[in-house]
């Protein structure tokens, strides 16, 4: 079947060290995104990438990059966590022809800051 | 801007019990909605969608009608079943080349034995 990976689905970093998240996908999508999401809340859209154009929203710390090598993988990188960048990160993927697209969204990287 | 106002909850019900789970949209244009919902631990995983005005989307058991005159698209299903239990979010994806999700804060469904 045809869908969205995320590896690790949990990952433990120390207070500003270097973590990075994978995402790969095998749907062929252009658009992959990347979420933020803490306890009880809504997923919260960090950047995403369509095709090789990135897409920062205005409120996403300089802390979060991404990188998209090729059609298939997306990375988010953490260059400082802190505690408060403890949540799930969802990668998500939506075939981006002009709009109204369904997201499809992995199983989520749970990451804990110690 | 966009934006989608659902029930908040939680919400508590007997198993075999009706669901309805209200949700309502601003938006220009005719966007999409969605209902995604996400079990514990997991991701978002989508439940049904509507892409036009009077369209119901279905699926599990679940359904939802695009009501355009009232800018809803309620969830509800028949008879809810422990296995229903799960955090419900309402979205909408607007038309006009953005790429975006506008979600809901999500509605926290139990369903008790």
């Known amino acids: 079947d045809a869908m969205v990976i995320q590896n690790p689905r949990y990952q433990v970093t120390q207070f500003g060290k270097p973590v990075t998240l994978s995402c790969s996908q095998t749907l062929n999508h252009n658009v992959m995104y990347w979420y933020q999401q803490k306890s009880s809340q809504a997923p919260k859209l960090l950047f995403h990438?369509?095709?090789?154009?990135?897409?920062n929203e205005a409120y996403t710390p300089d802390n979060f990059q991404s990188r998209r090598p090729n059609t298939s993988f997306c990375f988010l990188d953490i260059r400082s966590p802190g505690l408060g960048d403890a949540a799930m990160y969802l990668c998500?993927?939506?075939?981006?022809?002009?709009?109204?697209?369904?997201?499809?969204f992995g199983p989520g990287t749970r990451l804990l800051v110690l | 801007g966009d934006s989608v106002t659902q029930m908040e909850g939680p919400v508590t019900l007997s198993e075999e019990a009706f669901l309805t789970i209200n949700c309502t949209y601003t938006a220009t244009g005719y966007p999409s909605l969605f209902w995604y919902v996400q079990y514990p631990g997991e991701g978002l995983q989508l439940l049904l969608k509507?892409?036009?005005?009077?369209d119901k989307g279905s699926n599990k058991g679940f359904e939802a009608t695009y009501r355009k005159e009232t800018t809803s698209f309620h969830l509800e299903k028949g008879s809810v079943q422990v296995s229903d239990s799960a955090v419900y979010f309402c979205a909408l994806s607007s038309q006009g080349g953005s790429e975006k999700l506008v979600f809901g804060k999500g509605t926290k469904l139990t369903v008790n034995p």
């Open positions: 998500a993927t939506s075939s981006g022809q002009g709009g109204r697209e369904t997201q499809y």
């Open positions: 509507a892409t036009k005005a009077d």
């Open positions: 990438y369509y095709d090789k154009d990135f897409n």
